[in-house]
């Protein structure tokens, strides 16, 4: 914890608490998975158990209990010198009190005897079924016995609740603190891009500009990315999640690049699209004008009082409209908004949270898919990518247009008054674009 304090995390957890006050909260972390053989994935810990308790090692268990003296409770891997002398250092029972604020830590091998008494007086706990698969059928054994023994005078366990709503909820209004951690992983993304502005060229390889990109990552404080880098040229940046970056640039080539680097667990999303060769073809300015006008006008519609839906709407009649002027699409727009006749060509939606995860907690709408949108407010952060992408299976694309693909994507913090675009450091105008993709 560097950047954000433990007062910062018993903040949360004091706002959950008083949120949920019927029942206690059980919140497992994430475990080590495998890789291939002996070797497991890089550990990252479960976002909504770090939300709240920012400890970051697998395997264990935070218990929030509402009304009682000692209401957080942490269960972890104990100490273990020989295993740690290969994987590196524990924090062990004891530091996680001290370190990470815990009224009771226990050993992980404690949980099956410590847990039921700490439970003991409520009748319901909220805990996300499917979160864990060995603490699922700890907990649903448990309601069996307690259902077994309420004649004798113990408490059933009447419901078991799912607690992510509630902390979606929190998460989705970004403190001051956790604001300045997301710029700082917009702040170092901008950079990465810069440099593969600047060294991507015909005859190079699309891992090539990634390992570019993504060392500046690492330089800037980075540890790991948000997401896989999408590093797509030509018509490779019309398969929306192109992770194989293995294609050579060839002269005359869009390169499209969404990467974010992530910072105290916060993750950027930026994408920008620009020729290899530093210059724009004709009908590739057009789309990208196009896309640009689309992701300008969601920005606008990014403010306070606003539905969050309303920045896809937005962004999509520009996009309508002008597919309607290039002569891709004929017909009234507002039939082909409503017939999807554009869906060939923009297959996506425009907005997203952004935090912890690059798509991150909180819904969009209130009562289901059709519900009304809920309300933009200060403190809340999405993204604005609109594209378009004439590949492939957009067969009955003009000929001119074929095989380009253009995202353009910013992050945009709601403001009191209005919003603030986070990413506004990286070039996105097509004379910005061309003069950093020519060396500018």
């Known amino acids: 914890m560097d950047q954000l304090s433990e007062r910062q995390f018993a903040e949360r957890r004091k706002r959950l608490l008083a949120q949920i006050t019927d029942g206690a909260i059980i919140v497992p972390a994430g475990h080590l998975s495998a890789r291939n053989h002996d070797v497991d994935f890089k550990f ?3 976002s909504a158990f770090w939300y709240l308790t920012g400890f970051g090692e697998p395997d264990a268990v935070a ?4 009304g009682h003296s000692e209401p957080y409770t942490l269960f972890v891997l104990p100490r273990d010198p020989k295993l740690e002398t290969w994987t590196g250092l524990r924090t062990g029972v004891d530091a996680a009190k001290e370190r990470f604020g815990a009224d009771a830590a226990f050993s992980t091998a404690e949980l099956e005897t410590e847990l039921p008494k700490l439970i003991a007086d409520y009748e319901k706990v909220y805990y996300a079924v499917g979160a864990d698969q060995k603490l699922d059928a700890f907990l649903i054994d448990l309601a069996v016995k307690r259902r ?3 004649p004798r005078g113990d408490k059933a366990l009447t419901a ?11 998460r989705l209004i970004k403190s001051a603190v956790e604001i300045e ?3 700082k992983a917009i702040d170092v993304t901008v950079a990465g891009f810069d440099v593969a502005f600047a060294k991507a060229r015909p005859g190079m390889y699309e891992f090539e500009v990634q390992a570019d990109m993504e060392v500046e990552f690492r330089r800037g404080g980075s540890p790991r990315n948000g997401y896989p880098s999408i590093v797509a040229s030509g018509e490779n940046a019309c398969i929306l999640h192109y992770i194989s970056n293995r294609d050579r640039l060839k002269d005359g080539d869009l390169l499209l690049i969404d990467a974010g680097a992530e910072y105290e667990y916060y993750s950027a999303d930026i994408t920008r699209t620009w020729p290899v060769n530093g210059k724009f073809t004709p009908e590739q300015k057009d789309i990208y004008e196009l ?18 839906t309303d920045v896809h709407d937005v962004a999509l009649r520009v996009l309508t409209q002008g597919l309607v002027d290039l002569g891709v699409l004929k017909g009234e727009i507002d039939t082909l908004i ?7 060509y923009y297959m996506h939606g425009t907005s997203h949270w952004l935090g912890l995860d690059v798509h991150d907690s909180g819904i969009y709408r209130t009562g289901g898919r059709t519900g009304p949108s809920i309300k933009l407010e200060p403190g809340m952060v999405l993204t604005v990518e609109p594209g378009l992408y004439f590949g492939p299976f957009a067969e009955d694309a003009p000929e001119r247009f074929k095989g380009i693909g253009i995202r353009t994507e910013d992050d945009v913090l709601i403001t009191d008054d209005g919003n603030r675009v986070m990413t506004s450091a990286a070039p ?10 020519s060396g500018g």
């Open 428 to 437: 996105k105008t097509v004379a910005e674009i061309e003069a950093a993709a």
């Open 291 to 308: 896309v640009l006008a689309a992701n300008e006008a969601g920005i606008d519609a990014a403010k306070p009082g606003n539905g969050a």
């Open 44 to 46: 990252r810990q479960q």
């Open 160 to 170: 078991l609740i799912d607690p992510m709503p509630a902390i979606d909820q929190l």
């Open 181 to 183: 951690c997301l710029q």
């Open 63 to 66: 218990v929030l209990r509402p």
């Open 338 to 344: 409503t017939e999807r006749g554009f869906l060939p």
């Open 148 to 150: 077994r023994t309420a």
